[in-house]
């Protein structure tokens, strides 16, 4: 577990150890963890001596609540998927963790473990719309006073574009809202009260600056991603590409050169979008 800046290190600290038969599983995959994981073992996508699964999301929602504590806010109820590269292995291994995690689905594969990350749906938005206040406040309120009805109209047009990719890949995926619901997060399925009014998200605070995952990772990661895929698969992304543009200007960084989920990190560059979707 680690958030997406932490997979290529753990990669390369087992490495020495990789011996046929061990599972490995990305948890989240924050945007193609599993794929990187594995290309950085040295493994092809194809490779079936190691199985290598992520999951969508983390199954807790929990902040860090000083020096050796962790307060779980929510135990996901559903809405937690399990992909494995390629895909075919997720039969074996998804009812070893349903053991532990029973609300554990199956994936297609793991384009829809990427695309049915929330994450960059809702933190770059909001996050954007109320730089200003996180700046003045430290991040002292987030999600009941962060997300109004306009804040709400960002997060689904970025939501819009991300199921027209999924459809393009041939994976389904839920609308965000719908998603909160499923998970236990929220009880109400809109862009606007339902994250306003979502007891999993309650007492969850801003980041207290905005050189923070919110824009590093999941800009930086999950909607360059998004924004790549989309030009390969012939999707327009024109609200994600703007929040791009916008979010580099304000962090006064290229969020696009400093890519750290490119389609050739990955190891899928070369590969057609008929190849693709046959190879995953």
């Known amino acids: 577990m680690g958030p997406a800046y932490a997979t290529e290190n753990f990669a390369n600290a087992v490495k020495p150890y ?3 038969g061990q599972t490995y599983i990305v948890c989240p995959g924050s945007c193609g963890g599993g794929l990187l994981f594995k290309k950085t073992l ?3 996508i194809e490779d079936t001596s190691v199985t290598i699964g992520e999951t969508s999301t983390l199954p807790y929602a929990a902040r860090i609540d000083g020096s050796t504590r962790v307060h779980i806010n929510l135990k996901l109820k559903g ?12 039969g074996d291994l998804l009812p070893r963790v349903q053991d532990v995690y029973p609300a554990m689905e199956a994936a297609k594969n793991c384009m829809m473990t990427i695309l049915q990350n ?11 719309c109320n730089a200003a206040r996180i ?4 991040g002292d309120f987030f999600y009941e006073d962060g997300c109004s009805e306009h804040v709400g109209h960002l ?3 970025v939501d819009d574009e991300r199921l027209a990719l999924a459809e393009a890949l041939g994976v389904t995926v839920l609308r965000d809202p719908d998603l909160g619901v ?15 009014t979502a007891p999993g998200f309650k007492g969850i605070k801003a980041q207290s600056g905005l050189d923070y995952r919110y824009f590093n990772e999941d800009v930086g990661y999950g909607m360059n991603f998004m924004s790549e895929m989309g030009r390969k698969m012939g999707v327009p992304t024109p609200t994600i590409d703007a929040i791009i543009t916008v979010v580099s200007a304000l962090m006064q960084k290229d969020y696009r050169t400093q890519n750290k989920r490119s389609l050739a990190d990955l190891g899928l560059a070369d590969y057609s979008a008929e190849a693709l979707l046959k190879v995953l």
């Open 182 to 196: 499923l998970q236990g997060y929220q009880t109400i399925a809109d862009y606007n009260r339902g994250y306003r």
């Open 79 to 90: 809405g937690l998927y399990l992909a494995t590269i390629p895909g075919t292995l997720v």
């Open 118 to 128: 929330g994450n960059p749906t809702i933190h770059p938005a909001v996050s954007l």
């Open 42 to 44: 040295g493994l092809g």
């Open 155 to 157: 997060m689904e047009a």
């Open 18 to 20: 990789l011996a046929a």
């Open 135 to 138: 700046d003045n406040t430290r």
